[in-house]
């Protein structure tokens, strides 16, 4: 928290990543910090809305004061324009303020190819990826049942 670190986690659906986000997020938060959860799906849908009714830069404003933001299941698809301007918005607001949390399937060497546009993506690789700490999380499913 101190030192505006952030943490990345990638590996196979299953393996914990989540859990462990949520973890993170929840000890913060009995430090008095403030935590938001969003799954990036939910987040990119919430921007688009936002930009509907007037409301995106309140939204972008909220998403760089909370404390500790968790993005969950991020890059599960290629981001359009749109999210990956709203992305860079986010990360760039927070880099060096406050941690972003992100959980990925795609190893983060993908990341920048998923991303897209490449000086976007050199953007914010440079400020996620060079700035935090990389877990690659390895492993079965742990929702898998034991027969």
Same mark, same amino acid.
């Not at 913060?28 to 849908?45: C, K």
């Not at 998923?114 to 993506?121: C, F, K, L, N």
């Given at each position: 928290?101190? !030192?505006? &670190?952030?943490?990345?986690?990638?590996?196979?659906?299953?393996?914990?990543? =989540?859990?462990i986000?949520?973890?993170?997020?929840? *000890?913060?938060?009995?430090?008095?910090?403030?935590?938001?959860?969003?799954? #990036?799906?939910?987040? *990119?849908?919430?921007?688009? &809305?936002? $930009?509907a009714?007037?409301?995106? @830069?309140?939204?972008?404003? $909220?998403?760089?004061?909370?404390? /500790?933001?968790?993005?969950?299941?991020? *890059?599960?698809?290629?981001? =359009?324009? #749109? %999210?990956?301007?709203?992305? @860079? +918005?986010?990360?760039?607001?927070?880099? &060096?303020?406050?941690?972003?949390? /992100?959980?990925? &399937?795609?190893?983060?060497? %993908?990341? !920048? !190819?998923?991303?897209? +546009?490449?000086? /976007?993506?050199? #953007?914010?690789?440079?400020?996620?990826? !060079?700035?935090?700490?990389?877990?690659?999380?390895?492993? %079965? =499913? /742990?929702r898998?049942?034991?027969?």
């Amino acid at each position: 928290m101190t !030192h505006h &670190q952030n943490v990345l986690l990638t590996g196979p659906s299953g393996v914990g990543k =989540s859990y462990i986000a949520c973890a993170l997020g929840n *000890f913060a938060a009995r430090q008095g910090h403030t935590v938001l959860y969003l799954r #990036a799906p939910r987040l *990119f849908e919430t921007l688009l &809305q936002a $930009k509907a009714d007037g409301s995106h @830069l309140k939204t972008l404003t $909220k998403l760089a004061k909370v404390n /500790i933001l968790i993005l969950d299941d991020l *890059f599960l698809t290629p981001l =359009s324009d #749109a %999210e990956r301007k709203d992305l @860079l +918005e986010i990360i760039e607001d927070r880099h &060096q303020k406050a941690p972003t949390v /992100i959980t990925s &399937q795609c190893p983060t060497k %993908e990341w !920048h !190819h998923i991303i897209g +546009e490449p000086t /976007i993506a050199d #953007a914010i690789c440079d400020r996620l990826l !060079h700035h935090g700490y990389k877990i690659e999380l390895k492993g %079965e =499913s /742990i929702r898998k049942t034991k027969k």
